[in-house]
Nanobody
Framework: QVELVESGGGSVQAGGSLRLSCAAS????????MAWFRQVPGKERERVAR????????RYADSVKGRFTISQDNGKNTLYLQMDSLKPEDTAMYYC????????????WGQGTQVTVSS
């Protein structure tokens, strides 16, 4: 059973930065892709970034393009999300996810880490 554990969330002022980490462990950890999602209460979960584990190709939601960077350290089985120029609308619970064949509907999810951006 793959386990994903996020860390690095917190509170920051607008314009600041945070770096989220996601440590993967347990069972076969080679996945087709990994991604970061976020969700605000009452709204649908949004995928903010995705990366293919074999080649590192990434894709971003328009709302975070140019401000967020997804990366991976395969040797450490860790996924990262560098978030710069944060805005109050980035406030959400952020989830790490991994997919065996797709990151549109990932197979594994972390428990989430809260990010709060104040104006």
């Amino acid at each position: 059973q793959v386990e994903l554990v996020e860390s690095g969330g917190g509170s920051v002022q607008a314009g600041g930065s945070l770096r989220l980490s996601c440590a993967a462990s347990g069972g076969p950890v080679s996945m087709y892709c990994m991604a970061w999602f976020r969700q605000v209460p009452g709204k649908e979960r949004e995928r903010v970034a995705r990366i293919y584990t074999d080649g590192g190709s990434s894709r971003y939601a328009d709302s975070v393009k140019g401000r967020f960077t997804i990366s991976q350290d395969n040797g450490k089985n860790t996924l990262y999300l560098q978030m710069d120029s944060l805005k109050p609308e980035d406030t959400a619970m952020y989830y790490c996810a991994a997919g065996r064949s797709t990151c549109l509907r990932p197979d594994y999810w972390g428990q989430g880490t809260q990010v709060t951006v104040s104006s």
